[in-house]
């Protein structure tokens, strides 16, 4: 992901209209800890650091070191962060295809294996 694009996500009102625009079931705004957040079956989804100028999103810590290695400016570090399993993603180089992938990787990974097999089912998947 290389920065300065006019195509990347440059703040939370842009993840939040991304991310709602995918039009993905049991997806809710909602409010964490005095912030805006994007919640998919009732757990958080994705949301703004209050921390830094970048976006949240779910991540294993093993991959989350692969690519904060691999590109340290787009996945910055923050010590608050270091025990959970989230990556941040910094402002103005959130690429929407990378961001589309892994929301929706994650919202399945969320979803109730029933509703999953039937929302699959009714998109004749």
């Known amino acids: 992901m290389v920065g300065g694009s006019d195509a990347m996500i440059q703040n939370w009102s842009e993840m939040k209209a991304h991310a ?28 703004w650091s209050p ?14 070191e692969i690519l904060r290695q691999a590109d340290p400016e787009t996945f910055p570090f923050h010590k608050h962060y270091e025990s959970h399993n989230l990556i941040l993603v910094a402002a103005g180089r959130i690429d929407p ?29």
Not at 32 to 45: C, D, P, Q, T, Y
Not at 51 to 64: G, N, S, T
Not at 101 to 122: G, N, V, Y
């Open 20 to 47: 709602l625009g995918l039009g993905l079931p049991k997806v809710e705004e909602a409010t964490s800890w005095g912030n805006e957040v994007l919640k998919a079956h009732g757990k958080m989804w994705v949301w």
């Open 51 to 64: 921390y830094m100028e970048a976006a949240l999103f779910k991540c294993d810590k093993e991959e989350r």
């Open 97 to 125: 295809g990378w961001a589309t992938a892994r929301l929706i990787s994650t919202w399945r990974e969320m979803a109730p294996k029933r509703f999953l097999k039937e929302w699959d089912a009714a998109q004749g998947q």
